[in-house]
T-cell receptor, first 115, second 114 residues
């Protein structure tokens, strides 16, 4: 069964410092991996995805993620955090059966960036 | 380009009542999804439509939940009767034909069942 784990419920970082939000996955075959962000009372916003190619994926708002096949990880990173980055972040993997585009989400990690 | 529209944004009902949510996807998007997001959890797919046909409803509690997309455009999700554990945010998403790797989410409907 395909699954995603986000081991940290919350990550705290000071503004200007680098941030990492962790994600590990379990899939059969090659994974399609995603990061979404959710601000209060808003829907999910797409940040970036990995399908194939370069292991370092760049996305919106200065975020990037590194695909590591041997560690089955897809950690989200940003070199310098902003207070406005504070939000709920979800890692997801796409189910690979048939025509379904079902995304399987982790439980989410709250990022708190303090001034 | 207008995004995915959902209504209502908030709904409070008593248990055993019925409720319906509406979603209008991005114009031209063939695929429409309904996800349930319980507080503290990631979203879980309830049902996926390709035009007006169901692709995946394996996690839809069919004894109380139903959904339709009759003309392949907008969609309605219904719960009848509601239970306390149905309290959640119901997210609608859509994607273009053949691009299920690109899903655009609406703002969601927050349901509280008392």
């Amino acid at each position: 069964a395909q699954s995603v784990a986000q081991p940290e419920d919350q990550v705290n970082v000071a503004e200007g410092n680098p941030l990492t939000v962790k994600c590990t996955y379990s899939v059969s075959g090659n994974p399609y991996l995603f990061w979404y962000v959710q601000y209060p009372n808003r829907g999910l916003q797409f940040l970036l995805k990995y399908i194939t190619g370069d292991n370092l994926v760049k996305g919106s708002y200065g975020f990037e993620a590194e695909f590591n096949k041997s560690q089955t990880s897809f950690h989200l990173k940003k070199p310098s955090a902003l207070v406005s980055d504070s939000a709920l972040y979800f890692c997801a993997v796409r189910a690979l059966s048939g025509n379904t585009g079902k995304l399987i989400f982790g439980q989410g990690t709250t990022l708190q960036v303090k001034p | 380009e207008a995004g995915v529209a959902q209504s209502p944004r908030y709904k409070i009902i008593e248990k055993r009542q019925s409720v319906a949510f509406w979603c209008n996807p991005i114009s031209g998007h063939a695929t429409l999804y309904w996800y349930q997001q319980i507080l503290g959890q990631g979203p879980k797919l309830l049902i996926q439509f390709q035009n007006n046909g169901v692709v995946d409803d394996s996690q839809l509690p069919k004894d109380r939940f139903s959904a339709e997309r009759l003309k392949g455009v907008d969609s309605t999700l219904k719960i009848q009767p509601a239970k306390l554990e149905d309290s959640a945010v119901y997210l609608c998403a859509s994607s273009p034909w053949g691009r299920t790797d690109t899903q655009y989410f609406g703002p969601g409907t927050r349901l509280t069942v008392l």
